[in-house]
């Protein structure tokens, strides 16, 4: 069977598309999306991808936005410091075993953004 093999992007509106792409680059490193062939898209490194639809009425993240983007990232600690060099808000800080490690932020546009910090391999 057919089968999607990962994700190939995220698309969401944007009141100033060209500020929050510059605002994930700089705090996330996630590079703009190309606009020739000379410049390189974002590359993810290969690891989980959940794809999970909540409840209407969750209270994982606010109940006014449809969606929270997830980051795994690679050093939770330096990239919460860094963060917070920023000016940047980190919120719910936690470990839930067997999972890893988690903080949320929010961009400029108020969207949550949790990061991840997946648990080692057993």
Do not use: C
Not at 22 to 34: A, I
Not at 78 to 102: C, H, K, N
């Amino acid at each position: 069977m057919a089968k999607a093999i990962g994700v190939g992007g995220v698309f969401f509106r944007a009141k100033d598309p060209a500020v929050l792409a510059e605002w994930y680059e700089t705090h996330l490193g996630v590079s703009r999306t190309p606009t020739d062939l000379d410049t390189h898209p974002w590359i993810s490194k290969g690891g989980v991808t959940v794809f999970a639809p909540f409840a209407a009425d969750t209270d994982y993240f606010p109940a006014d936005k449809v969606f929270m983007m997830n980051f795994r990232v690679d050093d939770l600690d330096g990239l919460v410091a860094a963060l917070r060099a920023s000016g940047i808000e980190v919120t719910q800080e936690m470990t839930m075993d067997g999972l890893g490690r988690f903080a949320r932020i929010h961009d400029p546009e108020g969207n949550p953004v949790e990061l991840w910090e997946p648990a080692a391999p057993a």
